[in-house]
């Protein structure tokens, strides 16, 4: 059974990096598109960054030059890389990961969900 575990998330100052990281355990067998959210308290959930194996990232635009978003296969783990943080940037951070992963006795692609982790940016 694959299950995702979020960390990297924590309280920052205006300006500061924090990088998210999002590991699998289970027997993975291919990332195939990663996806990081965000929500904010009274907000909607919202995309900020995703990338499919093998293709070029795409950003929010409101994150784009700041945040970096890469996977490491060997580790089973993606990150988000947040560079040059802003308060408004304060939400659970969530990895969506569409993986591809050998389930009982065969093998089956599905997507995965990460807890969320907290991010705090204060000014």
């Known amino acids: 059974q694959v299950q995702l575990v979020e960390s990297g998330g924590g309280l920052v100052q205006a300006g500061g990096s924090l990088r998210l990281s999002c590991t699998a355990s289970?027997?993975?067998?291919?990332?195939?598109?990663v996806k990081w959210y965000r929500q904010a308290p009274g907000k909607q959930r919202e995309l900020v960054a995703e990338m499919t194996t093998g293709s070029s990232p795409n950003y929010a635009e409101h994150v784009k030059g700041r945040f970096i978003i890469s996977q490491d296969n060997a580790k089973k783990t993606v990150y988000l890389q947040m560079n040059s943080l802003k308060p408004e940037d304060t939400a659970v951070y969530y990895c969506?990961?569409?993986?591809?992963?050998?389930?009982?006795?065969?093998?089956?692609?599905?997507?995965?969900w990460g807890q969320g982790t907290q991010v705090t940016v204060s000014s």
């Open positions: 969506d990961l569409d993986l591809t992963a050998a389930q009982g006795m065969g093998i089956s692609r599905n997507e995965h």
């Open positions: 289970g027997i993975l067998l291919h990332i195939n598109k």
